[in-house]
């Protein structure tokens, strides 16, 4: 199993490939990487952040890559630097997803009710066409809100009915985070069309890089072959674990999940 992981590097922050790599190769799983950009800092809280584009690379990237005939099983992609990024990752799934293979989007685009630095609406049209080509999509409840055309927060109504228009776009939506007061709630799509949900005790604040944690240990679990239900509440109970470890060891949540303390537990889990 090889997945390709479309993401950028933040130097500092453990979110995208800092998070990505670490926990799909704990998975067993061979975690190639495509960096998108390089950062000093995640954008998320941190002043002054370098940015460097990579997109001009990845010509050249490619080429190699179709020199050495590379397909990969799963690929990932999370924060797209620009909408021209948006247009060659369907191209690159297009070229190098095997036949049968598996595209996860992480619609990466915002939090807690706003866009990320950077983003627009059209940034939000276009990753909505890139929504369509997936077989998985796993937005936040801010991402889903944009993607879906409705109001921030979600509640149970609400996110059935982002669930229903999400499900128009692509066929398994997995949206994260949507907390009300019996905790903070996963809603997805089982693949037959109905509806499910996964509850955890919630824990109050902003933690940077948990869309990243699940949506790695999610790839993680299903490319081991775990099925989507398993790997949802198999990569959920992992991202509130780390949540939890967070709330009490990590004074400033910018620096991100101390995911590294929940890998054993999380991975005796999946091999067990
Ligand atoms: O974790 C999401 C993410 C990924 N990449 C960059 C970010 C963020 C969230 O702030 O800034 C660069």
Not at 151 to 156: C, E, S
Not at 177 to 206: A, M, P, Q, W, Y
Request: proline letters at 4%; charged letters at 20%; hydrophobic letters at 40%.
């Amino acid at each position: 199993m090889r997945v390709l992981a479309i993401n950028d590097i933040s130097c500092v922050g453990k979110c995208s490939l800092t998070a990505a790599l670490p926990i799909i190769s704990a998975c067993g799983v061979e975690c190639t990487v495509l960096p998108t950009a390089v950062l000093s800092t995640h954008t998320g809280g941190f002043e002054g952040y370098t940015f460097r584009d990579l997109t001009d690379d990845f010509s050249d990237i490619l080429a190699h890559w179709k020199k050495l005939g590379l397909k990969f099983d799963y690929i990932y992609s999370g924060y797209l630097g620009s909408i021209h990024q948006i247009e060659l990752v369907s191209s690159i799934k297009n070229q190098f997803l095997k036949k049968g293979g598996v595209f996860v989007v992480d619609p990466v685009m915002g939090d807690s009710g706003a866009l990320y630095a950077g983003f627009s609406e059209e940034y939000v049209g276009k990753m909505r066409e890139l929504c369509k080509e997936a077989d998985f999509i796993l937005p936040n409840m801010t991402e889903a809100c944009y993607l879906a055309d409705l109001p921030y927060p979600l509640d149970k109504t609400s996110a059935n009915q982002a669930l229903d228009k999400l499900a128009l776009l692509c066929p398994i939506p997995v949206i994260t985070g949507i907390t009300d007061s019996s905790g903070i709630s996963v809603f997805f799509k089982d693949g037959l069309g109905n509806t499910r949900t996964l509850s955890h005790e919630n824990t109050e604040g902003f933690f940077c890089g948990a869309g990243d944690a699940f949506a790695s240990a999610f790839i993680g679990c299903m490319a081991r072959g775990k099925n989507v239900e398993e790997a949802i509440r198999l990569a959920s109970n992992f991202a509130a674990a780390c949540i939890r470890r967070s709330a009490k060891e990590v004074p400033d949540k910018r620096f991100g999940l101390p995911f590294e303390a929940e890998l054993y537990p999380f991975l005796q889990k999946l091999n067990g």
